[in-house]
C-alpha cells in the first residue's frame, strides 16, 4: 500500500510522466493550474501548456480546435466550471462533432469543503452523461487514475475526467488481478447478499461499508465504477442476478449519475431492489471535507444502512 | 484550381447566393438574410484567398475556416458545392433527413466544413484552437471565422478575441459580417456592438474596415490581415442582409424565413439578371 494521495495529484504527476510518451498530448487551464495540478506539467513542458484566463467556455473551443490538428487536448478546471458553466460548448463543440477532447473536472463533489456550494458540483456525472457519445469516468484511488489517464490518452473520443480534492488511500495496487479498462467495472470484493456499485472515493467507503455489514453476517460484494458511461452493464447484470439487491453510492447527486445509470438499466433488464446512496437533490455547504461527507451521510456507516434496506426490500 | 477575382468572383457570388436562396426555398426553412449578406467573403475565402483541396477535405496543412454565425450554412454548402467538395445536386436537400446537409454546418458528414457549429458565440474560440495548433505545430496555414453583428454579443466571442491576443495569432483572421440585423431588429437596438473597431483594437488585433461587397476591397484586406504580423486580425465589413434579393434587403424578417414558390421566383429573376449582367459586361 503506498499510502495517501488525491486523485488530482496522481493526474498531475500523469500527466508529467506520460508527456514524453505522447508528444500530441496538449494541457490546457483556466486560471487553477495550483488547484487542478497542471502546474507539474506547465513547469515540465512549458511549450505545451495553454492558460486560458478565467474563461472556461473559451477554453473549451481552443481545444476543439485543436484536437482537429491532430493534437490531444486535455482542459482543466473545477467539475463546477466544466460540466456546469461549460455544458452547451462540450455539448456543441466537443461532443456533438465527436471530437478528441478530455474535460477534466477537479474538485468534483462535495469534499470540496470549505469553498462551499458554488464551487460543490454534484451534478457533473449526470449533466456530462446525458451528452451522447461521451465517455465519463471517476477513479477510485491514485493507482487507478495514473492508468485512466494513459487509457483516455489512447482512446479517441470525447471524455469527462472527474478529479477528487481531498488525499484518500491507494488499494487497488494491491488488488489481486487488478486491471483497468475503460468501460470495464472492477469487482473489489465478492459478496453474495447486496452489491454496492461506487465510484471515486465511494469505493473506499464501500469497502469499509462491507467490513461493518461482514459483522453482521451481511455478505457485501463491491464493485469499483469507475466508468459511469458506457456502463459496464454486463458486470452490473451479474452482480443483480447472483447477490439480488444493488446499492450505488458516489459522491454526487443522487439524480442521473451512477445511481440513475444503474436503476434504470436494471429497471428494464432485472429489477431488483436499487437503493442510492449519495447526495439528496439538495446544494453543498462549507465545512472540512469530513465534516461535510459527515453532515451529507457520504459516510461508510450512512452506506452500510442503505445496504441493511436493499437486503430488507429482497422478496 | 485557378483563382478568381473581379468580376468573376462576383458572378461566383451570386451563383452562390441562387443556390442558398433555392435551398432555403425547397427546404422551406432556413436563414437566407445573413447567408446573403456573408456571401462575397465566403466566395473571396474559397475562390481566391484559401489553399484547399476538394479531393482531400482533411488536408493536414490545408487553410481552415470557421463559420461562427453557423445558421448562414446555406451559403456555406453551396461555396463548398461549387469549389467540389460534393456534387451540387446535394444542395437541393438541404434540412433533409435522408441528406447529410444538416441545418448548421457538421464536420463529421459534410465534406470541407472544417467545424461544428451553429450554437452562436462558439465558433472563433474553435477558430483559435486551430490556429494556435498551427503555431504550435510549426504550420503555415491560416484559419479564418465569420462572424455576426449579433453574435457578437455573446461573451464567449470576446474571450476568444482577448485569447488570440494573447498567443499573438496573426495566423487568424475573422471576418465580422455587420449587417446591422438579427431576429429582433436592429443590432442598434436589440443591443448595441458598436464600436467594433475600437473594441477589437482595445483587445489588441488588427482592425480593418471594408465594404463586404466589393471584392476588391476584400481581397486587399485580406492580403493585407497575411502581412500583418503579431496580431490576429478583424475585418468589419459592412453588408447587406438580404443582398441581392430586392425584398430581402435589410428587413429582418428574412433573417430565418424560407420563400414561398411566388417569392422564389421574383429572387431567382433578380439573381440570373444579375449573373447575366456580370456575364456580358
Partial sequence: MAGKIATRAAYGKALVDLAEKYPELVVLDADLAQATQTKLFAAACPARFFDCGIAENNMMGIAAGMSTCGLKPFTNTFAMFAAGRSYEQIRNSIAYPHLNVKVVGSHGGISVGEDGATHQCTEDLALMRQIPGMMVVCPCDGNEMTQAVEALLNYEGPAYLRLARSATEIFTDELEGYRFELGKGVTVADGSAVTIIATGIMVAMARKARELLAA?????????????????????????????????????????????????????????????????????RSGTAAAVLEHFGLTPEALADKCRRAVAMKP | MEKLYGKDLARKAYKVRLSAVEAVHRAASGHPGGSLSCADALTALYFNEMNVDPANPKWEDRDRFVLSKGHCAPALYAVLAMRGFFPVEDLQKLRSIDAHLSGHPDMKYI????????????????????????????????????????????????????????????????????????????????????????????????????????????????????????????????????????????????????????????????LEAKIKELEEN
Fill in chain 1, 216 to 284: 453482521e453476517g451481511i455478505s457485501v460484494r463491491v464493485i469499483d465504477m469507475h466508468t459511469i458511461k458506457p456502463l459496464d452493464t454486463e458486470l452490473v447484470l451479474k452482480a443483480a442476478r447472483e447477490t439480488g439487491a444493488v446499492v450505488t453510492s458516489e459522491e454526487a447527486s443522487v439524480l442521473g449519475g451512477l445511481g440513475g445509470a444503474v436503476a434504470e438499466y436494471l429497471a428494464e433488464n432485472c429489477p431488483v431492489p436499487v437503493v442510492r446512496h449519495g447526495v439528496n437533490d439538495t446544494f453543498g
Fill in chain 2, 111 to 270: 465534406p470541407g466544413v472544417d467545424m461544428s457549429t451553429g450554437s452562436l458565440g462558439q465558433g472563433l474560440s474553435t477558430a483559435v484552437g486551430m490556429a494556435l495548433s498551427a503555431k504550435h505545430q510549426g504550420k503555415s496555414y491560416r484559419t479564418y471565422a465569420i462572424c455576426g453583428d449579433g453574435e457578437v454579443a455573446e461573451g464567449q466571442i470576446w474571450e476568444a478575441v482577448m485569447s488570440a491576443a494573447k498567443w499573438n495569432l496573426d495566423n487568424l483572421c475573422a471576418f465580422i459580417d455587420v449587417n446591422g440585423l438579427q431576429i429582433d431588429g436592429t443590432t442598434k437596438d436589440v443591443m448595441p456592438t458598436e464600436p467594433l473597431d475600437k473594441k477589437f483594437e482595445a483587445f489588441n488585433w488588427h482592425v480593418i474596415k471594408i465594404d463586404g461587397h466589393d471584392f476588391a476591397q476584400i481581397l486587399d484586406a485580406l492580403a493585407e490581415a497575411r502581412k500583418t504580423k503579431g496580431k490576429p486580425t478583424a475585418i468589419l465589413m459592412t453588408t447587406v442582409k438580404g443582398k441581392g434579393v430586392s425584398f430581402m434587403e435589410n428587413q429582418a424578417g428574412w433573417h430565418g424565413k424560407a420563400p414561398n414558390a411566388e417569392e422564389f421566383a421574383i429572387a431567382k429573376a433578380e
